[in-house]
């Protein structure tokens, strides 16, 4: 399971993001995008100590600041099994390119029978 694929899925549902600084934000991911930067809505954020807490309508983390992920078990639950589908859909091997062109290959492939010397 790739962490960007269980990003997508989590997107609507409520998570827990840890910064390398210590801070932790707790809201309802809107969106991700490839490197990892995070959109949340409905945010708690805790200071390193716990001591200070700030509400936040939405807030924008820069994804090389995130230390630590936590989203439900269901978001995992869900990503797993479309990962079992889209790999039950299609047998491995099934149009990777196989079987193209001529059947003996090009011509400076071609095996020593098939050249007629005169």
């Known amino acids: 399971m790739l962490p960007l694929s269980l990003l997508k899925t989590a997107q609507g549902h409520p998570m827990l993001v840890e910064l390398k600084n210590g801070e932790t934000y707790n ?40 230390k630590y992920l936590r989203v439900p078990d269901e978001v995992i639950d869900k990503v797993q099994e479309e990962t079992k589908s889209r790999s039950d859909r299609k047998p491995p091997g099934v149009g990777r390119g196989r079987g193209r062109g001529r059947e003996d290959g090009p011509w400076w492939k071609a095996s020593k029978r098939d050249w007629a010397w005169p």
């Open 27 to 66: 809201g309802h991911l809107v969106n991700c995008d490839t490197w990892m930067n995070i959109h949340l809505r409905e945010v708690i954020c805790t200071s390193k100590d716990g001591d200070r807490f700030w509400r936040m309508p939405e807030c924008y983390i820069r994804g090389n600041t995130i």
